[in-house]
């Protein structure tokens, strides 16, 4: 019997957190306090708790946040004029733009209007790009928290086989690119896969990021591949089927305190570098 | 023994041609003529011929070219400068910066200075952004000839395995996105891949963009595997082991006469659908 190990979440975020706090302090000393806009469209409730927790944990380790709330009937052209203001205003580092967005407002456009240098959540495309050519861009959140646990743990990627299954923008595609930069191979699978549980059982790593409660089994694993489970399904249900899962596994991340806890110290992460960034490019001019 | 079908490069070109042709026509009774603009930056003849291949193509289906050659010792600034100008040049229609340029140039820098709307090499990271997307961005060109190989044939990709062998950002990464978006479940292996052999022994299609002559053997296709050749190494000599791959194969561009005619025939259509969507920009305006 293999003894699994849990790759705890809670523990990656303190640390990032922590790192935080020195680098906040420092930034203090310039009088600079970075700054994330939150931008929330219309009033469900889930959205509306995300973003509030967002803003909060900026609060906690020393950082600013401006919270826009925009109504429900908002219309994609005020979204994008309150985007621009964003993108101009020198005290603000970093924008998020809380998915989804009410259906009648293009959100592909509004995510894309966000300047790249204050694209702390990773959601345009040309961030995308710029990531995967690793070009300094900030690279989506969860995919982020993910390569924060691979390095936090020492876990060893290189050459190593690696299936995504799931092909989402903002997770299964950036995950898979930023696996690839670090020499993983890497198979991208998704609700067209031909016999899934065969490439799985391929891996060294899985990581899944399909959105369905407990959809990878222990029995589709080879044995002691890692598990990565970036699912967040209703009632705290991840994407793997833990149980089983574990018993197959030689390391995986728990639903909850696995990947989620990461994603938001990600954010802020990428919050506070847009602002050490930011603040150089003022001192250069 | 199988019968494998050899994928005629220059019959899928000629069909690309005569649609472009047609298009043109239309154009020009509006009073556009398509137009693409090439850089070309020092004196490397293999390079020099490459441009001038491609502003012959143009010419020869009605387009037009203007080639723009710079010294060798320009700096990327000045290159900056030159790329600033086409995109603010409403006759020019798409832009080329030939590939390489000299060391002491900011390669990257220089490609994302194009604008999205006349990359129609596909070179720049917002592009590849915004391809991977599916946001109506021109692709890279031999990626985009592959895909119109796979199109012209009638391949059937759909939830097959496709295993890209090369990371490139002009090729591998492309390609393997264009592939998932067709839904087909990707690979991306490379150098650091473990056990290769392997890894193209799954693919139901193989991808061949490492730039290494010869390399993708018979021996590891899986029976009936389709062979796309992405590769040109000097003389003429393509990534696979053509004699032995063919044996093994169900379906396979040979080199010469594979990939690489369709390569230019899909800049002229990039170019094409370029002036189309600029000259209905200004028409809405």
Redesign the interface.
Known sequence: MNNPLMLDGRKVAQSVKDDLKEKINDLKEWGIIPKLATILVGDDPASATYVKMKSNTCHKIGMESERILLPEETTTDELLDVIQELNEDETVHGILLQHPVPSHINE?QAFDAITLEKDVDGV???????T??Q?GAYPCCTPAAILQVIDYYNLNI????AVVIG?S?ILG?PV??ML?NR?A??????S???DLSD?VK?ADIVVAAVGQPKFVKGEWLKEGAIVLDAGYNPGNIGDADYETCYAKSSAITPVPGGIGPVTISMLLKHTVQAAIKQSEALVTH
């Open positions: 592909r345009t495309s040309h961030g995308f790009g710029a995967t050519f070009l290189e050459g190593k086989h092909r923008p595609k898979s690119m690839l020499n191979t890497v198979t991208i699978s998704h067209k896969t031909e490439v391929q």
